[in-house]
T-cell receptor, first 115, second 112 residues
Framework: DTEVTQTPKHLVMGMTNKKSLKCEQH?????MYWYKQKAKKPPELMFV???????INESVPSRFSPECPNSSLLNLHLHALQPEDSALYLC??????????????FGPGTRLLVL | GENVEQHPSTLSVQEGDSAVIKCTYS??????FPWYKQELGKGPQLIID?????GEKKDQRIAVTLNKTAKHFSLHITETQPEDSAVYFC???????????FGPGTRLSVLP
């Protein structure tokens, strides 16, 4: 099973709202990722968690706050977003065993619209 | 850092024909090269990958070739079908990095 699940599939929020995106995998992977993808562009890395610790933050604004409650779950908390933050947010996971040639498996994404 | 270029940006082929997408990378330390297919409204799905100690890999109608000297790798799809229509992304990862650098993508249309 190489499935990564994400909820919700779609989200519409105002600029003053607080919302959260959720990601889950049951493959025993220890590395999890958040990507942002704008239309007709490749995914852009936002955060990487390795063994439940934040290992990479690609200079993402603080209105995005990641959380990794356990090895299977990854959240992205959203607050005071801007319309330009509207995008497809993708979660991915990989084994995280320290081998550099690791495959990343992506979830279906959450399509976010900020009004 | 790594930079990945991908060509063409769009590709239209007739059903049954072959399609080839090419990528070049800049970091000679990169050693893992996956290809992802992304259908409309879905997340990227891994279709094939190749590691730097292998020159070619094939999986049914899909093959990938790697030329380390020239720092380029290519995706070959034979006997294309309408369901192959999607955006294809190549990616590269350095031995020293944890993360991928993606190419800009190729929109493939297979015309019936």
């Amino acid at each position: 099973d190489t499935e990564v699940t994400q909820t919700p599939k779609h989200l519409v929020m105002g600029m003053t709202n607080k919302k959260s995106l959720k990601c889950e995998q049951h493959m025993g992977h220890r590395a999890m990722y958040w990507y942002k993808q704008k239309a007709k562009k490749p995914p852009e890395l936002m955060f990487v968690y390795s063994y439940e610790k934040l290992s990479i933050n690609e200079s993402v604004p603080s209105r995005f706050s990641p959380e990794c409650p356990n090895s299977s779950l990854l959240n992205l908390h959203l607050h005071a977003l801007q319309p330009e933050d509207s995008a497809l947010y993708l979660c991915a996971s990989s084994r995280g065993k320290g081998t550099v040639q690791e495959t990343q498996y992506f979830g279906p994404g959450t399509r976010l619209l900020v009004l | 850092g790594e930079n990945v270029e991908q060509h063409p940006s769009t590709l239209s082929v007739q059903e049954g024909d072959s399609a080839v997408i090419k990528c070049t990378y800049s970091d000679s330390a990169s050693n893992y090269f996956p290809w992802y297919k992304q259908e409309l409204g879905k997340g990227p799905q891994l279709i094939i990958d190749i590691r730097s100690n292998v020159g070619e890999k094939k999986d049914q109608r899909i093959a990938v070739t790697l030329n380390k000297t020239a720092k380029h790798f290519s995706l070959h799809i034979t006997e294309t079908q309408p369901e192959d229509s999607a955006v294809y992304f190549c990616a590269a990862r350095s031995h020293y990095g944890q993360n991928f650098v993606f190419g800009p993508g190729t929109r493939l249309s297979v015309l019936p």
